[in-house]
C-alpha cells in the first residue's frame, strides 16, 4: 500500500486502527472465554474495556477523516466571499464602532471616574462606597502570644 493511498493522517489513521482492534479483541475474548482468576469473572471488565477502547477509536477516526478532506480553492472563494447584504453591512458598521471604542487609552470605552460610571452604582450617582475595611493594630512589642512567641 503506497504512503499516499492512507492519507495525511497517518497517526490518527493507526490510533483508530489499533484501538479497533485491541477492543474487538476484548470483547471476543471476554464474552467467549471463561477468565475465571480466583473464582473471580473478569469476562464483564473485559467487555466494558472493550466497548469503551472501541468508542475511543471513533476519535482517531474523525481525525484521520476531517484531516483528508479537500477543498477546492475555487469552493473557499465561493463560499467565503464578501457578501453585500444588509445584514453583512450593519455587522462591519458594529464592529468598526466596537474596535474603535476599545483602542482608546483607559481601556474599553470606560469614562473617567472608575469602573463603576455609568452602570447605576453608588459611584455613578456621586455616592462613597460604603464598605470600609477595618485597619488591623499593630502588635505592641511587650505583648506576647498565648503561647510565649513573640508576636
Known amino acids: 500500500m503506497a504512503p499516499a493511498a492512507l492519507g495525511r493522517c497517518r497517526m490518527a489513521l493507526i490510533f483508530a486502527v489499533l484501538m479497533d482492534l485491541v477492543g474487538v479483541a476484548s470483547l471476543l475474548v471476554g464474552i467467549?472465554?471463561?477468565?475465571?482468576?480466583?473464582?473471580?469473572?473478569?469476562?464483564?471488565?473485559?467487555?466494558?474495556?472493550?466497548a469503551i477502547l472501541v468508542f475511543l477509536s471513533l476519535i482517531g477516526w474523525i481525525f484521520w477523516y476531517t484531516g483528508n478532506i479537500e477543498i477546492s480553492l475555487e469552493e473557499l472563494e465561493r463560499d467565503y466571499v464578501v457578501k453585500?447584504?444588509?445584514?453583512?453591512?450593519?455587522?462591519?458598521?458594529?464592529?468598526?464602532?466596537?474596535?474603535?471604542?476599545s483602542g482608546k487609552p483607559g481601556g474599553g470605552g470606560r469614562k473617567k471616574g472608575g469602573p463603576h460610571r455609568g452602570m447605576g452604582g453608588a459611584a455613578a450617582m456621586g455616592k462613597e462606597d460604603s464598605l470600609q475595611l477595618p485597619r488591623i493594630k499593630e502588635p505592641l512589642e511587650e505583648e506576647a502570644s498565648p503561647r510565649g512567641f513573640p508576636a
Open 32 to 50: 467467549f472465554a471463561q477468565l475465571q482468576i480466583n473464582g473471580r469473572d473478569f469476562g464483564d471488565l473485559l467487555i466494558y474495556t472493550g
Open 84 to 101: 453585500g447584504g444588509t445584514l453583512a453591512h450593519l455587522a462591519r458598521k458594529i464592529s468598526r464602532r466596537l474596535s474603535r471604542h
